[in-house]
């Protein structure tokens, strides 16, 4: 059974710049996650989307946003980045909810200069 | 608010020193309790889930317990490819989301 995919890896981008990450759950699984890994911080918890619909937030600015499609794939926006985002976008995915056992992607690693 | 501390923050060990990891919690009404590896550069791999107070799991080397406020991951004769971050994260009760501790960075040297 394939693992969570994300895409791309390696992301350089510059202040004010917006980026889009990419997410493919593991077959079957309906509850996508996202979460920002920093050094400082750890890992916090972004966004979840189940059947398409924005099921739970983290405490993010609205810059922070997704979307997930009819076959569970997600995509994670963030627009007028900062210095500050720059960090390891993890995706997580279950079958049924954020609360399980969460199947998690290599993670994207995002540089803003 | 629900928090998870771990500690120590870091650890190193020699080949075959066994340890243990700390993991303590602040919940209301635990729902599940969740130990997993990360190595760098790669997302967190799922060990383990306890749910209730006295329950314990294994997996080669790492054994993890759960007691009412806190959760252990005993290394017994850790390995240098043991080494890695240990993260653990509690179920929040409301909000079906999990929330992550920051880790013990462990080193097992040769």
């Known amino acids: 059974k394939a693992g969570v995919t994300q895409t791309p890896r390696y992301l350089i981008k510059t ?30 918890f972004l966004f979840e989307y189940f059947s398409e619909t924005q099921r739970n937030k983290g ?40 609360g399980d056992e969460q199947f998690f992607g290599p993670g994207t690693r995002l540089t803003v200069l | 608010e629900d928090q998870v501390t771990q500690s120590p923050e870091a650890l ?25 590896r990360q190595d760098p550069g790669k997302g967190p791999e799922f060990l383990f889930t306890l749910y209730s107070a006295g329950e314990e799991k294994e997996k080669e080397r790492l054994k993890a317990t759960l007691t009412k406020k806190e959760s252990f991951l005993h290394i017994t004769a850790p390995k240098p490819e043991d080494s890695a971050t240990y993260l653990c994260a509690v179920r929040n009760t409301g909000f079906q989301k999990l929330v992550f501790g920051t880790g013990t960075r462990l080193l097992v040297s040769p």
Do not use: K
């Open chain 1, 15 to 44: 202040r004010g710049q917006q980026v889009t990450l990419s997410c493919s759950p593991i077959s079957g699984h309906r509850s996508v996650s996202w979460y920002q890994q920093t050094p400082g911080q750890g890992l916090q």
């Open chain 1, 59 to 98: 405490n993010f600015p609205g810059r922070f946003s997704g979307r997930q499609f009819s076959n569970s794939r997600s995509e994670m926006n963030v627009s007028t980045l900062e210095l500050g985002d720059s960090a390891l976008y993890l995706c997580a995915s279950s079958f049924r909810s954020a």
């Open chain 2, 12 to 36: 190193r060990l020699q080949e075959g020193e066994s340890s243990s990891l700390n993991c303590s919690y602040t919940v209301s009404g635990l729902r599940g309790l969740f130990w997993y």
